[in-house]
């Protein structure tokens, strides 16, 4: 056999096994459904991340407000007995029983006077909601016999004023 007939059948038995290492590998894993669902719910999960609207700067405010009013409240001995109150009428901030009245607070706050006084927010409109709202609570919760107020905290760039039966 020549030099050149023995190289040739070489390289066809490497040629040949080079082929059956090929053939013998498994083809490229195609995802199963549990796979694929996992994926869809982790492009869900991440869409709705993304889609979660931020609090805004004016509402990170407010819920501090809320924070200093309650314990301004609760130093001079007022029982808080709801927070963010809301049935389908309206929302009040606080609700609080003191020296047997119950008192729905709106508090209003502000960092300057560019809008205004805080407390000139609560126009005769929003004082009827907070009326017909704070109505649906002392009938929610069978109070109709108690004596009521409302008052407003309006803190101004740090400055907390209680207007005691501002309306």
Wanted: aromatic fraction near 6%; charge should be positive.
């Amino acid at each position: 056999m020549s030099k050149i007939a023995k190289s040739t059948k070489e390289e066809l038995a490497k040629m040949k096994t080079s082929l059956s290492n090929t053939a013998k590998k498994t083809p490229a894993k195609k995802p199963t459904e549990v796979e694929g669902v996992k994926r869809d719910i982790k492009e869900n999960k991440t869409k709705q991340l993304e889609a979660k609207p931020k609090k805004s700067l004016n509402t990170v405010k407010g819920k501090k407000g809320e924070i200093s009013a309650k314990q301004f409240l609760e130093e001079n001995k007022y029982k808080i007995v709801a927070k963010n109150y809301k049935n389908p009428i309206g929302e009040i901030d606080l609700i609080a029983i003191h020296q047997g009245v119950c008192v729905f607070i709106e508090v209003k706050n502000r960092g300057n006077l560019r809008f205004g006084y805080p407390r000139e927010a609560v126009n005769y409109a929003k004082q009827q909601k907070i009326r017909n709202t704070a109505t649906g609570f002392l009938k929610a919760n069978r109070m109709l016999d108690h004596k009521v107020r409302f008052d407003v905290i309006e803190i101004l760039d740090g400055q907390l004023t209680h207007i005691i039966d501002a309306f």
